[in-house]
């Protein structure tokens, strides 16, 4: 494309020196040859036409012309009012700031131009050989070697585990595997130009007549400005129909997935940068509210070529605006949570590719059995069609066999716990190591049937539940342990029932074990292995507590919130299921239990259980549980979820720096993963630690 003049407010000529009368909007004294077409499209700041050539043919390029005529508020079309743009322009600057001026002067147009340089800073590049694509040609150069430095940085920094991108990715992108992979994506796209070739005109309205601006002219005033970006026509689809794909679809295009997760991973950089932010809201923003860049119509995607764009090149969202600044940062809450949101699902589907492509020694293992790893949409009917149906029915056969044991406590006080003994393979003389797992708060044997089942069915391992004092048909806790500050007698008593009940149930798996705490039970199990550290070979802690201290009731209300939440997840996958039995069966589970939990506060006479729940709610709060990470000496297993409310992806990083005398430490996070996923996701986890648990390589 031939590079234009820059046209100025005293030159009312086309490049021929001609008047351009015969454009089809007429006396149209915008300044270049091509004339408009018809209307692509309307937006706040400019209108989006076609750009026809000679003997009105389709050019490959569009023109956004700056708006001049009166603003209409988007939410006030309905009543067709008009407004004067200048007055309504100066109001919403004092309010939100300059990035809200919608009248396009010179001042605007320099601001806009600048935000350019910025955006192709970040996701230009001038390199030749970039996919197919020609240099683009601006007003404005930036320097080819400060292109070539902004992507060796970004990837830099990822890459060093103490900064701050690197702490913020890894939360986003479920872990370190996460992180690895947006470093691989991140230098294979280093050379990828996502912006379309462009220039800018500075030119008159359409709208200005020969008289008026005559008039104008006369009067010695100066002539309204407006700008006329040429850009070249994007090919394909907005972005948002990507995610109206599910993923089996969207893994047809590897591609499109890896630019488009360096795009993001370029927009989260800039924005932790500068505070600022490119414009991927939503095309509808009062219907979708929180569907940043993934609602978007400013990306551009063509499944044909592979080719990802953004096309919204002159305007950026300021953290320091009304918007950022006013007590409550919107672009960061709506904005950039969704980006978070989207680096999660990219990285996601990239890593489940590799996981095709390049299975693990365990998965090839596996490959003989037909083994679901299921998604949000696999119901539990779907799941149990891959298990051998006689092993099937034995373990659920256990899982409804009570084991009940007495034990002491250490002042020798009797109490009776509740247990579950699981082995799909009970003639196997050499199984793998027992699995103990410690349920979370409030919860018991039958809060983690589903994990167990599928440890024993798809994990070929023993297993033993237990319900902790206080809940299922476990004996209530002695009075005299709720003035204790930790759970050192709870641990006490379960380890001692874990024996028991793996003997009860004819265990062959050896002396040493594998515990698992979630949530509270982390606390709880590592207690465990800390006062038994010759029997716990491996400790996983799977959304665990009591890593930082906290204030008791900011620590209950997020938990009374997180029970909501994943009250509404259970209704919602029941519905996505096509009211499945099984899933029903599930829903009706979860409320019963937690009906059946107020009940029992409500009807306790003598109080003991409020007394219970307030002291485990005070233990969690307050922390402890570093100082016995930094002590065990065995294999750790840290699981946590990228969509975890109740205890962050940050506390499960630094469990993992403490764990100085382990091993073997490794940390894992599950895509999407929440605090409940024992419960509510059970394949998922199952397969997450079960394959974790055959990387630490045990035998017995």
Known sequence: MEKLKTYTSEDTTTKEGKKSADSPVKNNLAPFKEDFGGEINEGTFANIYELTGQENKETEFLVKAGKTEKYTPPILKWLKLNLPREEVSKLLVKIFGPQLKIQPDMEFIENGLAEYTLIKKYFGTDRAGDAGQSEIKTDSETSQEADEKIRAQVIDEIKDENSEFFKDLFKSAGGKEGVEKIVEVLTKNQDYNFLPKEHLVVGHPASLSQEKAKELQAKGEKLPLTYYIIQERIRGEGVAHLFEMDDKALSQHPAIAEKLLTFLILVKKMYNDTGKLIDTRPEEVGKHPLEWFRKTGNIMVDKESDRVSFVDTRWLWDEKSGLGSGGVNLIKLLGVRS????????????????????????????????????????????????????????????????????????????????????????????????????????????????????????????????????????????????????????????????????????????????????????????????????????????????????????????????????????LTRWVRSGFDKEWGKKVMEHFGVAVEIGKNVLTDKDRLMQHLIKKEVEVMSAGGIEEMIKNFEGNLMIVSGTDEHLFSLNQSAKLKELAVKASSVVSVASNLGKHSDVIARPDQEAILVEHQLDKFGEKK
């Open 339 to 570: 980006i978070d949101k989207s680096i999660n699902k990219y990285t996601k589907l990239l890593l489940e590719i590799d996981m095709k492509e390049n299975p693990s020694p365990s998965q090839l293992k596996n490959q003989e059995k037909p083994r679901i790893i299921s998604g949000e949409e696999d119901t539990y009917n779907k799941i149990r069609e891959s298990w051998d149906k006689e092993k099937l029915a034995l373990v659920d056969k256990q899982l409804e066999t009570v084991i009940m044991v007495e034990v002491k406590d250490r002042q020798g006080r009797p109490i009776k716990i509740e247990g579950r003994f699981v082995n799909s393979n009970p003639e196997n003389t050499a199984p793998k190591q027992t699995l103990a797992i410690v349920p979370g708060w409030a919860s018991s044997c039958g809060g983690v049937a589903d994990f167990a089942r599928h440890m024993a069915l798809s994990g070929e391992r023993p297993v033993v539940t237990i319900s902790m004092p206080g809940t299922g048909q476990s004996d209530n806790v002695p009075e005299e342990w709720l003035a204790e500050k930790d759970f050192g007698n709870e641990a006490f008593v379960v380890m001692q029932a874990i024996e028991k009940i793996r003997k009860e149930g004819g265990d062959l798996g050896g002396q040493e074990i594998s515990v698992m705490g979630h949530s509270m039970g982390g606390m709880v199990a590592t207690e465990i292995a800390c006062q038994n550290p010759e029997k716990v070979k491996t400790l996983i802690l799977a959304h665990t507590a009591g890593v930082e201290k906290e204030k008791s009731i900011g620590l209950a209300s997020r938990f009374s919130a997180n029970a909501v939440k994943e009250s509404l997840s259970y």
